[in-house]
Nanobody, 115 residues
């Protein structure tokens, strides 16, 4: 059973930076897209950023210009570089891999931005 493992969350002051990474434990072939989602308390999970196998990226409007998603295809790793963090970025961040109709999720990593 493949699972995704995230790392890099933590507490940071507003204006600071964090980098999240995600890698699978086990082997996944033919990943079509990787991405990051987040869920704040009392809110629905929302898309943050995605990147396809061809490296096309998509960002939520709220993070454009501040966050950058990248992937290492050889290692099946996806990274989210978060700069100029704001208190409203506080949430649990989840890694997602898509393989055809299959979705794989990480367990989530907490990001807290203090004002």
């Amino acid at each position: 059973q493949v699972r995704l493992v995230e790392s890099g969350g933590g507490l940071v002051q507003a204006g600071g930076s964090l980098s999240l990474s995600c890698a699978p434990v086990g082997t996944i072939f033919s990943i079509t897209a990787m991405g990051w989602y987040r869920q704040a308390p009392g809110k629905q999970r929302e898309l943050v950023a995605t990147i396809t196998s061809g490296s096309s990226t998509n960002y939520a409007d709220s993070v454009k210009g501040r966050f950058t998603i990248s992937r290492d295809n050889a290692k099946n790793t996806v990274i989210l570089q978060m700069n100029s963090l704001k208190p409203e970025d506080t949430a649990v961040y989840y890694c997602n891999f898509k393989r055809g109709l299959m979705n794989y999720w990480g367990q989530g990593t907490q990001v807290t931005v203090s004002s």
